[in-house]
């Protein structure tokens, strides 16, 4: 039995075909462009393979209730084209075949909980630190939602002392993506991240906003795992910042060993490197299939 996954992108979508164990047998990646542009080539790759069923993990918003009249469907993005694009209703056309919709960071924390870094067990944070900021939450084996999906990166922090930058969120400034997303880091600094690795304050003063959303999640959610990827994350030196952060910020409130003692093994890269959230997708492939 081969699986459909697809995780959709803002700026390419990757297309797979897989087991349920994980295993991707083939994989394409297409631009994302205007839908019609991108659809055609996702259909196209499906046909050839004839999946039994498909996963999609998509940038959002999203509407994520398989009860709601509009599941399935991309909704407020400003991503040109894709806004209230039907895009399990377009596949259901062509595919008649148990189609599970989720964001693409839920679908990355069902991906390392059922095999990375989370494997084992029922709760997991993954949060993504790239373009934008995003969290998707497992909680007793199920993937978090509610009135629609969780939006952990526009939640409001505090502001570092020494910043002065307006932030860019285009809805909310200087919320925790308007700070602290790639696009904030390169706006502030006036290079892209990736050309900043030894200059010591602004990693410093990433980890700090990082911390702070981090404590809070631990506060509201207690997951037993989180797990931080994305293209910042790739700063190996932002986890013993965000880790020592996240303590001082907690200051033994939360009394258990995993944070006061051994945040390197509770503060994690995603174990499933890149593959997180394809092998998610993978995994709501299969969950539709089953159910």
Known sequence: MLLGAIEAGGTKFVCAVGKEDGTIVERTVIPTDLPEVTMKEVIKFFQKHKPSAIGIGTFGPADVDPVSV?????????KQGWRNYPLVSELKKRFPVPIGFNT????????????GAAKGLDSC?????????????????KLLQGLSHPEMGHILVRRHPNDSYAGKCP?????LEGLAAGPAIEERWGVKGDQLKERAEVWEMEGFYLAQAIAQYILVLSPKKIILGGGVMKQAQLFPIIARNVQEMLNGYVSLP?????????????????NAGITGALMLAYQAYTE
Do not use: Q, W
Request: charge should be negative; aromatic fraction near 6%; hydrophobic fraction near 35%.
């Open 70 to 78: 509009t599941f399935g469907t991309i909704t407020s993005t400003p």
């Open 104 to 115: 693409d960071v839920n679908a990355a924390a069902l991906g390392e909980a059922r095999l």
């Open 125 to 141: 944070l993954y949060i993504t630190v790239g373009t934008g900021i995003g969290a998707g939450a497992l909680i007793g084996g």
């Open 171 to 175: 809805y909310h400034g200087d919320c």
């Open 258 to 274: 995993e944070i006061t003692e051994h945040m390197e093994d509770y503060l994690v890269p995603p174990g499933l490197g890149d």
